[in-house]
Structures are given as structure tokens and as C-alpha cells.
């Protein structure tokens, strides 16, 4: 997506909406990709707008995505829809030229009136992704032993558990159970 805010510099209009969507992975046609857990059957969708106010310029865009994923703690499948919001301040490689490296993230840069913000935005959702994702918060994930999944039902493995230095006596008890 290339933007012309020759315009907007000019002072000739104050804002500029865009939509288009990104492609997550080039190869695949219809845009669907993954990244890390996630899986995106669809492009991501951008919204945005840039608004001149006072002398400067501001790019802000709402990204969405429907995603697919795995709860970290039970396996079960999750799906649902990320959306964050972009927001930089637009300038000149002049401008930019002023500013020390830790500023340069908070501008995306006009070059001959026009903005290409498509790979900062993509960078950016792909960052602004949780590390793990659960199904609900109070999840109980699977029993360490036999796999039960603890959402769905109990297992015995909790009653199983022998303190160690009761375990010759357990033992004990299970070999004479028989005898009385
Ligand atoms: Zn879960
Ligand atoms: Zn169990």
C-alpha cells in the first residue's frame, strides 16, 4: 500500500482514510499464514487514517485478524480475533535525520510524499502478539500423569499419590489386603 500525503503536507486536506489487507505469507494466495501458534486464515485487515493537526502528521490504524491457535495449558483448540491499534507520527527522512535511533520507532517515514507503511504494520501485530494463548483463564490444563483433561472430568491420580515415606506401609496393605 503506498499512501500520498503530498496533500496532507500541503495543508490541503486534514485526513486521509486507507483500508487495504496484508498477506501474512507472499506464497499463499489468498494472504492466510502463521505466525509462531497462531494460525491466520485470513489477510489482516488495516484501517486507518492519517490526520495533519498543527504541523505534523498522524497515521493511526486499527489491524485485525481472525486467528486459530492452542490453549497452552490444555491443548484444547482456540480461536478468535486479535485487533490492535497502530499509531505513529509521519515524517521526512529530513525530520527523521534529527532523531537518535531509540525515537525512530514512534515515526514511520514520508519518502516524496508518500508513506509504505505495510511492513511496519505487519512487524508490528506480529510483536504485539501474547506469548501463549489459554482457552479460559481459569483453565485447569491436563493431569501430569495420566493426560485427563481436568476441564472435562477428574482423574484418580491426586488420591494415588503415596506420601514416599508411607510407602512400605501402602505396599503392606495392598499385599495383605486379601488375608482378613
Ligand atoms: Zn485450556
Ligand atoms: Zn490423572
Known sequence: MKIDVRA????ECRALPFSCTLAFTEEDEKGCGTVGDYRFPEPLRVEGEIVGTAGYLRLKAELTAPYESFCARCLSEVSGEFSFTFERTVSTRTQLAELDEAELDDYVLAENGFVEPDELLLEFFELSLPLRTLCSE???????????????????????????????????????????
Not at 148 to 169: I, S
Open 8 to 11: 496532507l503536507l500541503a495543508g
Open 138 to 180: 481459569d483453565c485447569k490444563g491436563l493431569c501430569q500423569h495420566c493426560g485427563q483433561n481436568l476441564n472435562l472430568g477428574t482423574c484418580d491420580c491426586a488420591k494415588k499419590e503415596v506420601d514416599p515415606r508411607l510407602a512400605p506401609l501402602a505396599k503392606w496393605l495392598e499385599t495383605h489386603k486379601d488375608e482378613e
